[in-house]
Each structure stands twice: as C-alpha cells, then as structure tokens.
C-alpha cells in the first residue's frame, strides 16, 4: 500500500504557476543567471585567451565577493534596458553614464596603484595583491622598507598580519573603495552599452 500511494503520488499532475507567477520566474532567471552566464568572460570567470579581465587586478579575496555583486549589478542594468526599450535614448543620460564610467575607472586605477600592493611571487610565476591602504606605518618589523619588501620579507602572505600591520581600519576601507568603484565601473559601462542599443533600435524602428 505505501509503494502504491508513492506511485500515485508520483502520477499526480503537479500544480503548475500561474501565468504572471511563471513570467515573473522566467525573467529573474533571464535577469540573473542568464546574466551571469553569458558575461561570464567579460566578468572574469572564465578564461579567455589575450583577454585579460579587469577582475584580476582586485585582490584574490575580494574577488569571491566582487564577482556576485557585479552579475547583480548588471542584472539590474538588464533590466533598466528592458524597460526602457521603447523610449529613445536622451543624449544627457549617455553623457551622464560616460562621466560615470570614466570617474569610477580613474578612482579604480588610482587606488590599485596608491593603495594596493601587488607582490610577485616567482616560486609559482603569479602576482599576489593585498589592499594595504596609502598609508605605510614604518615601524617594526618594516623600518625603511617599502610596503612590497614589508609584505615580502617580513610579514608573509598571511592576510591577518598585513591588515594588522597597515591597520585594520585602512584596509577596510581601500576594499570598500575597490568594491564600490569595480562595481560603479561595471555598472556604467553596462549602462551605456544599454542605452546604445535601445537608441540604434529606435533608429531602426522609426526607419522602416
């Protein structure tokens, strides 16, 4: 009798979505993972070759966090797009989505050279980066050195001790400042992509 009521339970017709409910699943999944899907590349989850991913200039263990963060980011630019398919594209509002790009990349190149250090490791030929803030404290175990031969030679790859060393509240803050500004870059390049489609689009539209 169990074996039976499993069986018929099994047959039984499932209860399906209503229609809104359905269409309402159907874009949040187009919106997110079908996002992140097909930016994979772009976003630096797979690799691609002669393409190097503006991802890899983050340090290794932000990089866990900017990377779900930016797929939402553009999910929420998807969206925008779509809903602003039908109504052409202001020249003000690309200009605005430009200087936002540029400002977000100029403060993201700027912090990468002042507040973080990047240590090469020749054992493995690969880079290591640590957010360390633009301050250098210069007392033991580091005096006179730069923040490169302090992480290198003294202080090791253990990232406790170099947030220790560089003060924990300056740390935070340059990942804090990286995050925000990968993520602002992200998203206003994405925008602009956006509102160029939706403008080439209605040019189309209004030519036929």
Not at 47 to 70: C, E, H, K, R, Y
Not at 80 to 103: D, G, I, M, S, Y
């Amino acid at each position: 009798m169990p074996e039976q009521t499993q069986a018929a339970s099994a047959d039984s017709p499932k209860p399906k979505l209503p229609r809104l409910a359905s269409d309402w699943v159907r874009y949040l999944l187009g919106f997110t993972v079908s996002v992140g899907v097909g930016l994979a590349p772009y976003l630096g989850l797979v690799g691609v070759p002669l393409f190097t991913p503006l991802l890899s200039l983050i340090p290794l263990s932000l990089q866990n966090t900017a990377i779900p963060i930016s797929i939402a980011s553009m999910g929420i630019i998807a969206v925008v797009v779509q809903w602003r398919r039908q109504a052409p594209a202001k020249p003000l509002e690309f200009r605005l989505a430009l200087t936002l790009a540029l400002v977000t990349l100029l403060l993201f190149i700027s912090l990468e050279i002042l507040a973080v250090a990047h240590i090469e490791v020749p054992a493995v030929d690969q880079t290591v980066s640590f957010a360390v803030g633009f301050q250098s404290p210069q007392r033991p175990p580091c005096e006179n050195l730069s923040r490169n031969a302090c992480i290198a030679q003294r202080l090791g790859f253990d990232e406790a001790l170099i947030d220790g060393y560089f003060g924990d509240t300056q740390t935070r803050l340059t990942k804090l400042a990286l995050l925000l500004t990968y993520i602002g870059f992200m998203s206003a390049f994405g925008w602009m992509v956006g509102l160029l489609l939706v403008r080439e689009r209605d040019r189309q539209q209004n030519a036929l």
